[in-house]
């Protein structure tokens, strides 16, 4: 009896550090870490045409939105995709309504509070943060154009109630949106920081806070 209990999670363990037989082939990880420059607010100076300065804003903050890093865990159904080619979550998972996973296999069973470095494996760190879930469903936005993304970040209804101003608390302050800057060994991040990234959507807000077509 007490083998099954501690089954499931030891598999799921070995699974998501590619040590289970078989697996291994299915991980692609690139060793890039540095995601390269966003363009900084000044930049934007030129557009004079303020409605249009704020969709080219939001069009260079999406470069951050739309990474693996972010998109992984926003994915189009409940099953999140990890790697740099987004290929489905190993093991297998379903976030369920409540973001952390099912019982028996919640995303803390692998996930802890920081990054974990893995020897012998492909894969090279299983990631951590202290607040790691799945978006909710409304946030979902892989396969979305960056004009749709936009309309829902800031859509009440979607956003978990989130004000404009709420959103740059968000996007500046919350330690699982820095983790993206921070994603353990094996993996790119985002181009810029999480500051640059949220004077960016600041000045999108400042801006009217309108989205591309």
Not at 30 to 59: C, N, P, Q, W, Y
Not at 64 to 93: F, K, Y
Not at 172 to 188: F, K, N, T
Request: glycine residues 10%; aromatic residues 4%; contains cysteine.
């Amino acid at each position: 009896m007490i083998k099954r209990i501690f089954a499931i999670p030891l598999v799921a363990v070995l699974a998501a550090t590619g040590i289970v037989a078989g697996m291994g082939s299915l991980q692609t990880y690139a060793e890039t870490s540095d995601g390269g420059a966003l363009k900084s607010v000044s930049d934007f100076e030129a557009i004079a045409d303020t409605s249009s300065r704020s969709k080219a804003i939001f069009e260079e903050a999406s470069r951050v939105i739309t990474h693996p890093r972010c998109i992984n865990c926003h994915p189009a159904t409940r099953s999140p995709t990890q790697g740099e080619d987004m290929h489905p979550h190993v093991p297998l998972m379903n976030a369920s309504e409540s973001s952390l996973g099912r019982a028996g296999l919640v995303c803390s069973t692998c996930h802890g509070a920081e990054n974990r470095p893995v020897v012998g494996s492909r894969m090279k760190s299983i990631p951590g943060n202290a607040h790691w879930s799945l978006a909710p469903a409304s946030m979902a936005w892989q396969g979305m154009t960056v004009g749709e993304i936009c309309r829902q970040v800031k859509d009440t209804s979607r956003n978990g109630n989130r004000s404009l101003a709420d959103l740059i608390r968000h996007m500046g302050e919350d330690h699982l949106v820095g983790w993206a800057w921070h994603p353990g060994e094996g993996r790119s991040a985002p181009p810029g920081s999480q500051e640059t990234f949220a004077a960016l959507i600041n000045a999108w807000v400042s801006t009217g806070a309108e989205c591309p077509d």
